[in-house]
């Protein structure tokens, strides 16, 4: 494929898929999410916005130094400090990419720079002159461009070319362009501005209208070669481009976009997707495209004939395509540890000597309660028996009574640091006195704010999946836990954000807060 051909894929779920209220992730958490796009293929990873807190900056310099194929960016306002914080988090990365943004339209450069556009122009050419101090690669943004003067996009743009900016990324901020509005900046970008063809041309749409794949899509179709998204589409407000909707069309209808994201490794979507949404506590619909439960799931007869028969008439992309497994039986009570082992390395998951001993006890626990086990349940099993290794608090066992006319008495057994707490206890119902019983052990005295279950596959005997969102004292942490018994899954749930909230001192300690809107 000739290099104008391939669409490069620039990840910034780890940078405004984390802005987006209550996504927030731990260091490790962003870690591991790190290397499920390295696994996938991004081309860039936008690590975060160094600046902004000591947590932020440790995160970026960690993703920096870790990944060995895929550039790694840091963003920073088009001011010295934030330049100075991207460049020493990146240091240590093999291609590193420093991102400046400046607005340009004249709402944001009057009311919220209080800017002339010529001092516009002058700093955003001294920041990308200082960030070309640092690194070779530098992005610039025109933060709000979809509503920028033209004419004046032209000229910043120009200039921060001249200046030595390697992209130019033309943000659609608010989400407020309309796909044949949008493609056509692009293509006039490229008319209008003399040495474009010495920058990529880079889209980052917002989904404000539910337009930002539509307006991707079509940009790429007037010349942009790099493509802004995160995975699941989360962001700030109503999200970013989805990254596995952007990848699956253009591959899907290369025949009519003449170009792909050859660097995608599509069997590792729904995997990445997965650990998103663990990690964010966000919830992927069940009709949502690509990664959606029911993306491949054929209810009406008529389609399941047609399925059976040959799988084109209703199906655009094989589901294996984008690791969809929800529908093979892999594994029973008969596997042993070698075939637990084998199947987990071919869903990528590499587990050391002592969480497999961990894992498989809990493979045997689950063969035991269901009859099937997916794909879906092992990596919902080891998701959670990896994290508890390394958490303060462990389940070691819970005892529950309770009905219709009888008030709850539940028995809840932690373990931590070797040693054991028991605590027995009731409440309004069996989850709420399992709660008080684990306040009471940990001393951590949580408010649930929110509480979520959904099924990990289909059928009567599925998992049970919980997301509980927590407050501890002011600081709301997410928590996932899964079982086929709803309650262990509602403790084990809760069990996790204790342990994040327990971590989140030393792996999220902010800075004195940054005001985005500072003028430069
Ligand atoms: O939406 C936006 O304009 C941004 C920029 C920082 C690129 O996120
Ligand atoms: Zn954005």
Wanted: glycine fraction near 8%; charge should be neutral.
């Amino acid at each position: 494929m000739a290099k104008e051909d391939k669409v490069l894929i620039f990840d910034t779920t780890l940078r405004d898929g984390e802005q987006a209220p209550g996504a927030s992730m731990n260091q490790r958490e962003k870690m591991e999410v790190a290397l499920a796009l390295e696994r996938l293929g991004v081309d860039v990873i936008e690590a975060g916005f160094p600046v902004i807190s000591k947590g932020d900056f440790e995160s970026v310099a960690m993703v920096a130094k870790k990944m060995k194929n895929c550039a790694v960016a840091g963003l920073a306002r088009s001011v010295k400090k934030d330049i100075d914080a991207a460049g020493e988090a990146l240091k240590s990365a093999r291609h590193p990419r420093i991102h400046v943004f400046l607005a340009t339209s004249k709402i944001h450069m009057e009311h919220k720079l209080r800017k002339t556009p010529e001092e516009i122009i002058q700093i955003a050419v001294d920041a990308v002159k200082h960030a070309r101090g640092y690194v070779e690669d530098v992005e610039f943004s025109p933060e709000d461009a979809s509503r920028s003067d033209k004419t004046f996009l032209y000229r910043v743009l120009e200039a921060v070319i001249k200046a030595g900016a390697t992209t130019v990324n033309i943000p659609d901020t608010v989400g407020y362009a309309v796909p044949e509005q949008y493609g056509k900046l692009i293509a006039d970008i490229r008319s209008n501005v003399p040495n474009i063809n010495k920058a990529v041309i880079s889209v980052h749409c917002h989904d404000d209208l539910g337009m930002a794949v539509a307006n991707s899509l079509t940009a790429v179709k007037n010349g942009a070669r790099q493509i802004e998204c995160t995975v699941n589409g989360i962001g700030e407000r109503a999200g970013n481009c989805s990254l596995e909707e952007v990848v699956m069309a253009l591959r899907t209808r290369q025949d009519y976009f003449g170009c792909t994201a050859s660097g995608i490794v599509t069997p590792e979507i729904c995997r990445t997707s997965r650990l998103v949404s663990k990690y964010t506590g966000f919830l992927v619909p069940p009709n949502k495209s690509i990664v959606g439960g029911n993306a491949f799931r054929h209810e009406s007869g008529i389609h399941q004939d047609g399925v059976l028969k040959e799988p084109t008439t209703y199906e655009i992309i094989r589901p294996e395509d984008v690791g969809f497994s929800g529908v093979g039986l892999v594994l029973g009570k008969h596997s042993g540890r070698a075939a637990l082992k084998d199947r987990l390395k071919k869903l990528g998951i590499e587990l050391s000597d002592e969480e497999m001993v961990r894992a498989f006890d809990r493979f045997k626990d689950l063969c035991d309660k269901k009859k099937e086990v997916f794909d879906e349940d092992l990596i919902a099993i080891v998701e959670d028996e990896v994290h508890e290794i390394k958490d303060l608090w462990t389940l070691e066992a819970l005892k529950v009574v309770s009905g219709m006319n009888i008030a709850p008495q539940v028995t809840v057994c932690l373990k931590s640091s070797g040693k054991r707490h028991e605590k027995t206890t009731t409440g309004d119902g069996p989850i709420d006195a399992c709660y008080l019983a684990i306040d009471e052990i940990t001393k951590m005295k949580g408010e649930l704010l929110n509480y979520g279950i959904q099924s990990v596959t289909q059928g009567k005997d599925a998992q049970g999946e919980v997301r509980v969102r927590v407050n501890f004292n002011g600081q709301k942490v997410m928590g996932i836990g899964t079982s086929t018994d709803v309650i262990e899954a509602s403790v084990r749930a809760y069990l996790n954000a204790v342990n994040k909230a327990c971590a989140i001192t030393t792996s999220k300690t902010k800075t004195a807060p940054v005001d985005l809107g500072l003028q430069p």
